[in-house]
């Protein structure tokens, strides 16, 4: 089966650099997902990788390790509407079919 | 470019009546297609996924269904609702490549059962 950990609540003030770890154990693995999802609506896609190393999307980063089997989504220069949900989905099987983690809760303070 | 369409955004139903939730996407084709639900405070449940007309795996027994009859359709349906499957339902579509991999969701349906 398939298991994706992440922690549950975080808090970061404006302005500052937050990291949210996941880490899966999964087989036929096919690559990492991270969503951001605010309250009552729908995950939007933030970024995936299927190879290990650090992919930069302006303020959003995204890092996969195979072998450890670990991943983080890296946010900088924080802003209030940053605070939401962010998903962690492994993708595995060959129907690539994410799995969740339970999300993290990011709460971004002034 | 793809969209997805996901209907009716809220839903109020009673206990035992039927269900309908209808999923499109458009601008791909052939695209992989799940039905997942959340429910309150709980991480993203998959229910289903279809690799093409007509092919629905199911990924936990429950009390619904999925049908898939047109290559960019996806109907998750119910002839009895339990309370327990009030919840906020999503479907999602996925694109797989060596040039671009995403994934998905449609806006939603929230399913309250009374």
């Known amino acids: 089966g398939q298991n994706i950990d992440q922690p549950t609540e975080m808090t970061a003030t404006e302005g500052a650099i937050v990291q949210i770890n996941c880490t899966y154990q999964?087989?036929?693995?096919?690559?990492l997902f991270w969503y951001q999802q605010h309250a009552g609506e729908a995950p939007t896609f933030l970024s995936y990788?299927?190879?290990?190393g650090l992919e930069e999307k302006g303020r959003f980063s995204s890092f996969l390790s195979r072998s450890k089997g670990y991943s983080y989504l890296l946010l900088k220069e924080l802003q209030m509407k940053d605070s939401a949900s962010y998903l962690c989905?492994?993708?595995?099987?060959?129907?690539?079919?994410?799995?969740f983690g339970r999300g993290t809760s990011l709460i971004v303070h002034p | 470019s793809q969209t997805i369409h996901q209907w009716p955004a809220t839903l109020v139903q009673p206990v035992g009546s039927p269900l309908s939730l209808e999923c499109t996407v458009e601008g791909t084709s052939n695209p992989n297609l799940y039905w997942y639900r959340q429910a309150a405070g709980r991480g993203l449940q998959l229910l289903f996924y279809s690799v093409g007309i007509g092919q629905i795996s199911s990924e936990v027994p429950q009390n619904l269904s999925a049908s898939r009859p047109q290559d960019r359709q996806f109907i998750l349906s119910s002839k009895k609702l339990l309370l327990s499957d009030s919840g906020f339902y999503l479907c999602?579509?996925?694109?797989?490549?060596?040039?671009?991999?995403?994934?998905?969701f449609g806006q939603g349906t929230r399913l309250t059962v009374v």
């Open positions: 999602a579509w996925s694109v797989w490549g060596r040039a671009r991999t995403e994934a998905f």
């Open positions: 999964t087989s036929g693995f096919n690559g």
């Open positions: 990788n299927v190879l290990d």
């Open positions: 989905a492994a993708a595995s099987g060959g129907s690539y079919i994410p799995t």
